[in-house]
């Protein structure tokens, strides 16, 4: 005798709609995450501090209020800290760019006439009149294409620098809200815990903690990612021997976390220029590194993020492409975040049986063998 299954269609539709309702959700907090980031930024600093302000209640017997007072003083110290190396070496290798980039600027100049001139050719070999004002053309078009990326980065420095009431509002913001969250943490749960059904405490109290421990995962992720970049950028550049490796890593490492740009768009010509005024080892140690930080991010990305949240590759791959064909650049975060997301709740809903066995009733029929 052998049962016959079915398909529970309300169960189907049940998990279906909770599905949609994540990604909705995910949507909506990425359309108005600009307005709550203080207090998302606030809540993870809280969730870091935490540790700590535990270990001064127990091992010193020091109040809550005050743990957190001491804890968040230490956090701000190590943050700021970092941050001003990290502020005061890039201020001075930027100093020192603005000072040599009209050097580099004229260089280009003569180089550009000398070409167009025919008083010096490019890999040695004669080119046509026709073809090196095509050259010329194309050469200061390109010089006035990023001689106005450096008028918008001024532009953008300026914009910061008046900006700063603002910068200053969000970062008192994050800090106060760090404080009332971290100090106020059991007080916050029980008014939480009051407003949902108790049946629902233990499968959300699972829900968040994997939540946060997978988001962090994710934010370290990509840590590692840009950290990789960096390195691969620092080191390549100082063996090809150039000058403001660090500075220059730094900027090109940011812009290669946006796939609509990465790395190529400064690489690629610059080996073009050096190839083209005979720097035959520049050129050619440029197109290596390019190639090599390229793989290495393609093949290195997917692996890094699946590790650290526990998915497939090919899944985190697809909701990163996903996630950027949907709704651009943030889709790179939002798609694993999603994907992690609805790993977790299926891991609640299902309890480690197969969405088949989960989906699955026995029908009233029966089959005797």
Do not use: C
Request: charged content about 15%.
């Amino acid at each position: 005798m052998e049962k016959i299954y079915n398909i529970d269609r309300k169960k189907l539709l049940k998990i279906s709609l909770v599905t949609l309702g994540i990604l909705l959700g995910l949507v909506l907090i990425y359309k108005s995450i600009k307005f709550f980031l203080p207090f998302i930024i606030a809540f993870f600093i809280a969730q870091l501090m935490e540790p700590v302000i535990k270990f001064l209640g127990k091992r010193a017997k020091i109040p809550r209020k005050v743990g957190t007072l001491i804890s968040l003083i230490l956090i701000i110290s190590i943050i700021g800290l970092i941050i001003l190396f990290i502020i005061a070496s890039f201020i001075n290798q930027l100093k020192d760019i603005i000072n040599y980039m009209p050097g580099v600027v004229s260089e280009l100049y003569n180089n550009i006439q000398k070409v167009s001139s025919g008083q010096i050719t490019i890999l040695n070999i004669e080119i046509p009149q026709e073809f090196t004002s095509h050259i010329e053309s194309m050469a200061i078009s390109l010089l006035s294409y990023f001689m106005n990326i450096v008028n918008k980065i001024v532009k953008g420095a300026f914009y910061t620098a008046f900006s700063f009431p603002e910068i200053l509002l969000f970062t008192l913001t994050t800090i106060i809200s760090t404080y009332f969250i971290a100090s106020g943490r059991y007080t916050i749960m029980d008014y939480v815990k009051s407003q949902i059904p108790k049946e629902w405490h233990n499968n959300i109290k699972e829900m968040k903690h994997d939540s946060v421990v997978s988001i962090i995962k994710l934010i370290k992720a990509y840590i590692i990612i840009l950290l990789i970049t960096f390195s691969e950028l620092f080191l390549g550049l100082s063996i090809l021997k150039v000058k403001y490796a660090f500075v220059i890593a730094i900027l090109i490492s940011i812009i290669d976390l946006l796939p609509v740009l990465g790395t190529g768009i400064v690489i690629i010509p610059w080996a073009i220029y050096n190839l083209f005024f005979g720097k035959i080892y520049m050129a050619v140690g440029l197109f290596l590194l390019w190639l090599v930080i390229l793989i290495v991010r393609q093949v290195v990305e997917p692996r890094i993020i699946s590790n650290q949240i526990g998915v497939h590759p090919l899944v985190t791959l697809m909701g990163i492409y996903i996630g950027f064909k949907l709704i651009g650049p943030g889709g790179l975060i939002l798609g694993p975040l999603t994907v992690l997301t609805i790993k977790g709740i299926f891991a609640m809903v299902l309890k480690e049986k197969s969405l088949y066995e989960f989906l699955k009733k026995p029908s009233d029929k029966l089959i005797v063998k």
